[in-house]
């Protein structure tokens, strides 16, 4: 999944599985992802530890207008940065 040009906010999850979400500008948005058995690993933020095995990011403006939630079960979230330079769909 690549978000650009959000015109809503995102909520995405699964109960197993990867989930993987490349954000050209990540400042401009707020990302809340939580893993239950899993690991998330990211380009921008801290992730921390939460309970024993799940983990939990937080980061981003949260005062943006458009908000990435994402949850995951069994499995991992990765959320990539892409230089505006490497997008090339029209805007």
């Given at each position: 999944?690549?978000?650009?040009?959000?015109?809503?906010?995102?909520?995405?999850?699964?109960?197993?599985?990867?989930?993987?979400?490349?954000?050209?500008?990540?400042?401009?948005h707020?990302?809340?992802?939580?893993?239950?058995?899993?690991?998330?690993?990211?380009?921008?933020?801290?992730?921390?530890?939460?309970?024993?095995v799940?983990?939990?990011?937080?980061?981003?403006?949260?005062?943006?207008?458009?908000?990435?939630?994402?949850?995951?079960?069994?499995?991992?979230?990765?959320?990539?940065?892409?230089?505006?330079?490497?997008y090339?769909?029209?805007?």
């Amino acid at each position: 999944m690549i978000v650009n040009n959000m015109a809503a906010d995102i909520d995405a999850g699964s109960s197993a599985g990867d989930l993987v979400v490349i954000i050209p500008d990540p400042e401009s948005h707020s990302v809340d992802a939580k893993t239950t058995f899993g690991i998330i690993a990211s380009d921008f933020g801290q992730t921390q530890k939460k309970r024993i095995v799940g983990r939990t990011l937080v980061s981003g403006n949260p005062t943006a207008s458009t908000q990435i939630r994402l949850r995951m079960g069994r499995g991992g979230i990765t959320l990539k940065t892409l230089s505006k330079e490497g997008y090339t769909a029209e805007e």
